[in-house]
């Protein structure tokens, strides 16, 4: 079982820069996997993909995003970190961590973190 916990975000004004940070708990990885974020627009109903990255260090980005967002993964291969610059009122949403686990499929995702950007 992973529990993800998720820290960052709140209130920013345009132009600041965010960093999000997921810890994963309770779970060693030894397997492929892919560890990221996703984020759901207000009045959105669908979360939509933001960044992510692999355990090899491939990362993929939104076209939203691309440009302003870097993500990492931390030591230990427990952590992945998402700094965001340029902020856009668009950009808000509820911010979720997600773990995808590729062999088995196993899938996580945290409770999720309000950012709000105002202009």
């Known amino acids: 079982q992973v529990a993800l916990v998720e820290s960052g975000g709140g209130t920013l004004q345009a132009g600041e820069t965010m960093r999000l940070s997921c810890r994963a708990d309770?779970?060693?990885?030894?397997?492929?996997?892919?560890m990221g974020w996703f984020r759901q627009a207000p009045g959105g109903s669908q979360r939509e993909l933001a960044a992510?990255?692999?355990?090899?260090?491939?990362?993929n980005y939104a076209d939203s995003v691309k440009g302003r967002a870097t993500i990492s993964i931390g030591s230990g291969h427990k952590t992945v970190h998402l700094q965001m610059s340029n902020l856009k009122p668009e950009d808000t949403a509820i911010y979720y961590c997600?773990?995808?686990?590729?062999?088995?499929?196993?899938?996580?995702w945290g409770e999720g973190t309000q950012v709000t950007v105002s202009s």
């Open positions: 997600r773990v995808y686990f590729t062999k088995g499929g196993a899938t996580y």
């Open positions: 309770g779970y060693i990885f030894g397997g492929p996997y892919n």
């Open positions: 992510t990255i692999s355990e090899s260090g491939d990362a």
